[in-house]
């Protein structure tokens, strides 16, 4: 089973940055999104993830209106990596933050999850 591994969070002060890092364990073919969710402390389980931010294969990208010109996506399409540069940290961007990819056989990859922090 292919997983997504996740890294490059942590706790940061207000202003900060981080970068995350996403990397397949193996091979996925057919990728033509890579992207961001989080999900913010006391949601309840279940609730919908909100999307960070993505990037397709053909370099199009998307960010939610409260990180853009914070965060930036990039990605590695020979690795099949993406990564988040997150910049001006504030603390509402405290959130376990999820890898994931979908392919064009229109199945989703997710990662575990990654927590970060952003308090003083």
């Known amino acids: 089973q292919v997983q997504l591994v996740e890294s490059g969070g942590g706790l940061v002060q207000p202003g900060g940055s981080l970068r995350l890092s996403c990397v397949p364990s193996a091979n996925i073919s057919g990728i033509y999104v890579m992207g961001w969710y989080r999900q913010a402390p006391g949601e309840e389980r279940g609730e919908e993830r909100e999307l960070v931010a993505f990037m397709t294969t053909g370099g199009s990208t998307d960010y939610a209106d409260s990180v853009k010109g914070r965060f930036t996506i990039s990605r590695d399409n020979a690795k099949n990596s993406v990564h988040l540069q997150m910049n001006s940290l504030k603390p509402e961007d405290t959130a376990v933050y999820y890898c994931?990819?979908?392919?064009?056989?229109?199945?989703?990859?997710w990662g575990q999850g990654i927590q970060v922090t952003v308090s003083s």
């Open positions: 994931h990819t979908k392919t064009i056989f229109n199945y989703n990859y």
